[in-house]
């Protein structure tokens, strides 16, 4: 079973930027999508971006522009770059992957803290 594990969260001022990372224990492409989820206090989980096996891409409406996912398969790692960060993007984000077998895998989350 391939673990998930994100690093690249702390505090920003608003307008800047943070890359999180997402690197598993194992090669990621057994996933067929990974996606990057975030989740601030009092509201429910939500897609920020996601990205497939064949390189497919989708962002939500609120960061498309600023965020950037990509994937180094042979890092067995994604990413997501952060520009132009906003108060309200502060949330725990978290690490997914779908499995082929249609299960979701999780990571344990990163803080993203956004305030001056």
């Known amino acids: 079973q391939v673990q998930l594990a994100e690093s690249g969260g702390g505090l920003v001022q608003p307008g800047g930027s943070l890359r999180l990372s997402c690197a598993a224990s194992g090669s990621i492409l057994v996933f067929n999508a990974m996606g990057w989820y975030r989740q601030a206090p009092g509201k429910e989980r939500e897609l920020v971006a996601s990205?497939?096996?064949?390189?497919?891409?989708n962002y939500a409406d609120s960061v498309k522009g600023r965020f950037t996912i990509s994937r180094d398969n042979t890092k067995n790692t994604v990413y997501l770059q952060m520009n132009s960060l906003k108060p309200e993007d502060a949330a725990v984000y978290y690490c997914?992957?779908?499995?082929?077998?249609?299960?979701?895998?999780w990571g344990q989350g990163t803080q993203v803290t956004v305030s001056s």
């Open positions: 990205i497939t096996r064949f390189g497919n891409i």
């Open positions: 997914s992957g779908l499995s082929r077998g249609g299960n979701n895998y």
